[in-house]
């Protein structure tokens, strides 16, 4: 059997940092196990693996040690010397138009490469566990669910009252002023719809007081706002999450507050206070540093250790007391973490970053809790996701905009911006998005890609649903967020096909047929804000939840690509339990077939078949597993385990 001929990334070897390929308990000091299968008939004479150590290429040999017709597996040993360790091998073959050939993170080479697409492992990894098996849904507070009437409530003066399925203001000062009333509570009220998503995480958007309905313009971090319930509201919907062994991750701006926070009152009133070292004046008090000159948000300075005691630092701080019972969150998303701490020509991003994390260790020493601290990056985060700092990011640059621009619908709506690029959504071809999205996880460990949110969308964008114009492409787009690696992290509404052409306009309500103040029921009505439900996207989502859990792979496995043309997308997640294929179709007229001995895998255990998606396999591992699309649609193939294990792996 010959793997050359199939495609590029199943011709070439293969090596992840998953389960199934990197063998051994990662602590430091300890020996790993780097399995590199290579396919036939590349027979190199010799693997060599290149490590730095101390700064410094150390060399070993790979050996040999098992071969069969499709292909041969090497082994060799990572040693976890320093935090981050960097590796790489080097294929030298008989072969006189390729005699070495370099195997990295992004690919092979045939020239020297730099290191910073080197394979990485942590050897003190303490991110969470319990994210891997994450399922996360994003909640805009005020469009969820309300248990108290707004009526009911006090509204401040910057608060404009909408009717429960309002549309929401598309931009500008109405969207911030734009109030339809949801609370805590009324999150409390829904647990079981969300546990029938699969989900088992929330992640809220800021609950601190502030002068906005969106809340990043806080004015105070000691309460949380009153229009959502107030703290006592918070602590009921934490234990009500717990008691289902869900989860819990609050929002945190650590870049800025308010202007009418309570710090910075005191900054602009008291020039000798500690709060007027919070912030970065030009002139005090009336010129000040802001996020993105935006005056009504001034920008916190992270040279302040007063300030970094009071907001990220010690058992006393913002960050310390929410996670603290009775409130018990179980992590913090950071917004603009990438710009937090920086400012002209200070750059104290990864000071913020390890301020945080050695927080949370502290309190996660005391509780016995692990704690999840995510960063908001829009672009390239792999320059911030190292160290002790944020463990992941919310995944725009390797997953959101490389989906985006292969489902976009070829004629898109109008006004719809690239995630901050202003020009149209490009429709680009299926071989640069996988060489993109495989180039950029080369850049930093794999921990940081399973510990990352995955989003089809948020309340900062776009909906999922007018990026690409139809359910089918909806569908497929679905299938990618929860059968990749990464937390799927699901915007509430996009399960009921909801759209939105700009963050603000996706900020909709839940259709629930009771209303405000009414006896919660999960019953869903069939109109939404921005029009008709859509009941097969949410049975997808529900089918997709449910898979995300059965499957270890799709939850932990390593990541394989295994196919790409313009219109079909496939990759392998691989786990020493049997592995998952994953097929993505925009358009029919793509077909592949795949030697199932050169994956390499076991035979087909199981078939989820969607939409325009068909899949016809033999019976055995020498046989083939053929990827045919007749229209939009996708599929989850489960494949036996087949990888060598370790009783048996040195016979050959």
């Known amino acids: 059997m010959t793997c050359l001929n199939t495609t590029h990334y199943l011709s070439q ?71 981050t360790n960097h590796y790489r091998f080097l294929l030298l073959t008989p072969d006189s138009d390729r005699p070495y050939v370099w195997f990295h993170a992004a690919g092979l080479a045939d020239h020297d490469v730099p290191d910073a697409t080197d394979f990485r492992v942590l050897a003190d990894d303490d991110a969470p566990d319990w994210v891997l098996d994450a399922v996360c849904y994003q909640i805009f507070p005020d469009r969820f669910s309300a248990h108290t009437p707004p009526c009911e409530r006090t509204a401040p003066a910057w608060a404009q009252a909408h009717a429960w ?11 911030g002023a734009a109030w339809y009333g949801g609370d805590l509570d009324g999150i409390a009220d829904h647990l079981d719809y969300l546990q029938g998503l699969g989900v088992n995480t929330v992640y809220l958007t800021p609950v601190f ?79 000040y540093v802001s996020w993105m000159n935006v005056e009504s948000m001034p920008k916190l300075d992270h040279r302040s250790g007063a300030m970094r ?5 010690g058992p006393e701080s913002v960050t310390a007391h929410w996670l603290r019972p009775p409130y018990s969150a179980d992590g913090w998303r950071t917004d603009v973490a990438n710009m937090t701490g920086r400012a002209g020509m200070v750059d104290l991003a990864h000071q913020a970053a390890a301020d945080m994390r050695a927080t949370m260790r502290q309190v996660q020493a005391d509780t016995g809790r692990e704690l999840w601290l995510v960063a908001e990056h829009g672009h390239d985060a792999s320059g911030d996701l190292t160290g002790a700092g944020w463990q992941g990011t919310m995944n725009y640059h390797g997953f959101t905009r490389p989906l985006w621009s292969w489902l976009s619908h070829p004629d898109p709506a109008d006004g719809l911006n690239w995630l901050g690029i202003p020009t149209g959504i490009p429709r680009l071809p299926g071989g640069p998005i996988s060489r993109g999205v495989r180039e950029y996880a080369a850049h930093m460990p794999a921990t940081s890609i399973t510990h990352s949110m995955n989003l089809l969308g948020s309340h900062d964008t776009p909906r999922i649903r ?104 496939v990759w392998l997640r691989t786990h020493p339990d049997g592995d998952a294929l994953v097929a993505l179709a925009r358009a029919g007229g793509a077909t592949v077939d795949l030697p199932l001995g050169c994956l390499p895998a076991g035979t087909v255990d199981a078939v989820y078949a969607m939409d325009g998606v068909d899949i016809t396999a033999s019976g055995d591992a020498d046989g083939h597993l053929t990827v045919n699309a007749t229209g939009p649609g996708s599929a989850i193939v489960t494949l036996k385990a087949a990888l060598p294990r370790t009783d048996k792996v040195r016979t050959h």
């Open 165 to 175: 399925l309002d549309e929401p203001p598309l931009a500008g000062d109405p969207s």
């Open 309 to 313: 005691d009071r907001l990220v630092r």
């Open 209 to 287: 007081p502030a002068g906005s309905v969106h809340r990043y313009d806080s004015t105070s971090f000691e309460h949380v706002d009153d229009l959502l319930g107030g703290d006592a509201a918070l602590a009921r919907l934490s234990q009500a999450l717990h008691e289902r062994d869900m989860r819990l991750v609050l929002d945190l701006t650590t870049n800025h507050t308010g202007v009418t926070h309570d710090w910075f009152r005191r900054a602009i009133t008291d020039a000798d206070s500690p709060e007027a070292g919070f912030y970065s004046f030009d002139h005090y008090p009336d010129q």
């Open 466 to 569: 007018t990026v690409v114009g139809s359910r089918e492409a909806q569908l497929v787009a679905a299938t990618a967020l929860f059968a990749a690696p990464g937390v799927p992290t699901v915007f509430s509404g996009d399960e009921l096909g909801a759209t939105g052409r700009t963050g603000e306009h996706s900020r909709t309500t839940m259709p629930w047929t009771a209303p405000p103040g009414a006896a919660p029921t999960d019953e869903l009505g069939s109109t939404g804000a921005w029009g008709p439900v859509d009941r097969a996207v949410l049975e997808r989502y529900r089918h997709l939840g449910r898979l995300r859990h059965e499957l270890p792979a799709l939850r932990r496995g390593g990541m394989r690509w295994v196919y790409a043309d313009d219109d079909l997308l």
């Open 13 to 83: 070897p293969h090596h992840d940092t998953g389960p199934a390929y990197l063998l051994g308990t990662r602590r430091p000091g300890a020996e790993l196990t780097a399995r590199v299968w290579v396919p036939a008939p590349w027979e190199p004479e010799r693997i060599i693996l290149r490590q730095v150590v101390d700064g410094e290429p150390t060399l070993s040999a790979a050996q040999l040690v098992a071969r069969t017709d499709a292909g041969a597996w090497w082994e060799a040993t990572i040693r976890l010397v320093n935090p």
